[in-house]
């Protein structure tokens, strides 16, 4: 008995080193994984922030030899546009002629689409128009990487930096209903659907979004030569043990750890390692369309056919619309008598923590080119209230007739006239007035961002 099993052992080396690099010694040891629950997963891999010149190629070898595992890459577009990307080119064209892997992009700057709140403190972040701007941008350059390539297949995918626009903190899904004026009770999915500006953008240029149930941890820095087992070991437990039968799993192309050698063959990677162990526990790495069409959360996967196409309506419209008379009355400003003061000083916004000159405070509103305090704005004071009335200059005569005084008017806008800082507007104006935060109104505001 012994005999034979040393004859087999002998005979199977015979074999060469396809058999031997197909294997991994699966007695390594499991503690912490729930090796049950490995049995029968299916997991996809994706790769983000990249391509790497020199770590993308060997993690594409590695996903080829032996294990044929495919995967998606959410590309950063910006990467191309340095100089040298020849390399950088070519290995996008390779991932999108690659039978097995999905090209996708992961925006053209590495920039939140949406809020991003870190320890309490806003990170840079871009708003919608920025966002749509970055998506086509993104789009332009995998196209001119790929020879238009890219836009021809449907199904494209997205994965905005840090999943924000389908994943917001509990602190930032507070804020973004705060300024989106959505009800208390509304979840992250409500918002995903019906109030991300990102994913909006994304589905008018074809893009469903990816995020992803179960991270590498290959981006917090921790893992290097010295620690790569654990990494290993953190990989692998935490695959096992999710709760998720069907696994995006997270992982960076540039990130070192993945194409270290591996300290069990040396002729093999960290990735090549992670690979063949899951393997051993019985996971079973499968295309990204075959993860995509099982019932994953909203975060994990949006499909772009759920995307509904609504303006949401800020607070202060919603303000503006309550009150009387709402008219269709053009746009047209008084001349103002009483002259209010430009305030200088910069000031941080709450919501993006950039800083601007020439605003008014931290509430400010840019309106028709001058920054006013948004509770100002949201009171401005009606025709029929003489008090204000006279800061407007008007003279009364023939104009308007106010029912409610039951006086005439001059100089106002019609009956859906109001008064706001000396000047006569017409409400429907008023409700266009845009936060400071919108920076492509802040310039009509003559502001200067310093970052
Ligand atoms: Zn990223």
């Given at each position: 008995?012994?005999?034979s099993?040393?004859?087999?052992?002998?005979f199977?080396?015979?074999?060469g080193?396809?058999?031997?690099?197909?294997?991994?010694?699966?007695?390594?040891?499991?503690k912490?994984?729930?090796?049950?629950?490995?049995?029968?997963?299916?997991v996809?891999?994706?790769?983000d922030?990249?391509?790497?010149?020199?770590?993308?190629?060997k993690?594409?070898?590695s996903l080829?030899?032996p294990?044929?595992?495919?995967a998606?890459?959410?590309?950063?577009?910006a990467?191309?546009?340095?100089?040298?990307n020849q390399k950088r080119?070519?290995?996008?064209?390779?991932?999108?002629?690659?039978?097995e892997?999905?090209?996708?992009t992961?925006?053209?700057?590495?920039i939140?689409?949406?809020?991003r709140?870190?320890?309490?403190?806003h990170?840079e972040s871009?708003?919608?128009?920025e966002?749509?701007?970055?998506?086509?941008?993104?789009t332009?350059?995998?196209?001119?990487?790929t020879?238009?390539a890219f836009?021809?297949?449907?199904?494209?995918?997205?994965?905005?930096?840090?999943?924000?626009?389908?994943?917001?903190?509990?602190?930032?899904l507070?804020e973004?209903?705060?300024r989106?004026?959505?009800?208390r009770?509304?979840?992250?999915?409500?918002?995903?659907?019906?109030h991300?500006?990102?994913?909006?953008?994304?589905?008018?240029?074809g893009y469903?979004?990816v995020g992803w149930n179960?991270d590498?941890e290959?981006?917090t820095?921790?893992?290097?030569?010295?620690?790569?087992?654990i990494?290993?070991?953190?990989?692998?437990?935490n695959?096992?043990?999710s709760?998720?039968?069907h696994i995006?799993?997270l992982?960076?192309?540039?990130?070192?750890?993945?194409?270290?050698?591996?300290?069990e063959?040396?002729?093999?990677t960290?990735?090549?390692?992670?690979?063949?162990?899951?393997?051993?526990?019985?996971?079973?790495?499968v295309?990204?369309?075959?993860?995509?069409?099982k019932d994953?959360?909203?975060?994990?996967y949006?499909?772009?056919?759920?995307?509904?196409?609504?303006?949401?309506?800020?607070?202060?419209?919603?303000?503006?619309?309550?009150l009387?008379?709402?008219?269709?009355?053009?746009?047209k400003?008084c001349?103002c008598e009483v002259?209010i003061?430009?305030?200088s000083g910069?000031?941080?916004s709450d919501?993006?923590g950039a800083?601007?000159?020439n605003?008014?405070?931290?509430t400010?509103?840019?309106?028709?080119?001058?920054?006013y305090?948004?509770?100002?704005?949201?009171?401005?004071?009606k025709?029929?209230?003489?008090?204000?009335?006279?800061?407007?200059?008007?003279?009364?005569?023939?104009?308007c007739?106010?029912?409610?005084?039951?006086?005439?008017?001059g100089?106002?806008?019609g009956?859906?006239?109001v008064?706001?800082?000396?000047?006569?507007?017409?409400?429907?104006g008023?409700?266009r007035?845009?936060?400071?935060?919108?920076?492509?109104?802040?310039s009509?505001?003559?502001?200067?961002q310093?970052?």
């Amino acid at each position: 008995m012994a005999k034979s099993l040393i004859l087999c052992t002998f005979f199977l080396s015979l074999l060469g080193p396809s058999v031997v690099h197909a294997r991994w010694d699966c007695s390594f040891p499991k503690k912490d994984i729930n090796t049950s629950k490995c049995i029968g997963k299916k997991v996809h891999l994706t790769f983000d922030d990249g391509p790497h010149p020199t770590y993308t190629p060997k993690i594409l070898e590695s996903l080829k030899n032996p294990h044929k595992v495919p995967a998606t890459f959410f590309v950063t577009t910006a990467n191309l546009d340095k100089s040298n990307n020849q390399k950088r080119m070519e290995l996008v064209r390779k991932i999108q002629e690659s039978r097995e892997h999905v090209l996708a992009t992961h925006g053209h700057e590495h920039i939140a689409h949406d809020t991003r709140i870190i320890g309490g403190e806003h990170r840079e972040s871009f708003d919608a128009s920025e966002s749509l701007a970055d998506i086509q941008a993104s789009t332009a350059w995998l196209d001119r990487a790929t020879g238009g390539a890219f836009s021809k297949k449907d199904n494209r995918l997205i994965r905005f930096p840090y999943a924000r626009g389908i994943t917001p903190s509990p602190i930032e899904l507070n804020e973004i209903k705060r300024r989106e004026g959505m009800s208390r009770q509304a979840g992250r999915d409500d918002y995903i659907l019906h109030h991300s500006a990102a994913m909006r953008n994304a589905a008018s240029e074809g893009y469903s979004h990816v995020g992803w149930n179960h991270d590498s941890e290959d981006s917090t820095g921790r893992y290097n030569e010295s620690n790569q087992d654990i990494y290993v070991d953190n990989f692998l437990k935490n695959l096992c043990n999710s709760s998720h039968r069907h696994i995006i799993s997270l992982l960076h192309d540039i990130q070192r750890v993945n194409v270290l050698p591996s300290k069990e063959n040396s002729r093999k990677t960290v990735l090549d390692e992670v690979i063949m162990k899951a393997k051993c526990l019985g996971v079973e790495f499968v295309g990204i369309r075959e993860i995509l069409n099982k019932d994953l959360p909203l975060n994990v996967y949006t499909d772009i056919e759920k995307v509904v196409a609504d303006e949401t309506q800020d607070a202060l419209t919603a303000l503006i619309d309550t009150l009387p008379n709402s008219g269709e009355a053009p746009v047209k400003v008084c001349p103002c008598e009483v002259e209010i003061s430009s305030q200088s000083g910069g000031c941080i916004s709450d919501y993006n923590g950039a800083y601007y000159e020439n605003c008014k405070g931290s509430t400010s509103i840019c309106y028709q080119g001058k920054w006013y305090a948004k509770s100002a704005l949201e009171n401005p004071m009606k025709i029929d209230d003489v008090r204000v009335a006279s800061a407007c200059g008007f003279k009364q005569s023939r104009t308007c007739y106010s029912s409610s005084t039951k006086k005439e008017y001059g100089q106002c806008e019609g009956e859906s006239s109001v008064c706001f800082d000396g000047r006569w507007h017409s409400r429907q104006g008023l409700s266009r007035a845009k936060d400071m935060d919108e920076l492509v109104i802040a310039s009509t505001c003559g502001i200067r961002q310093v970052r």
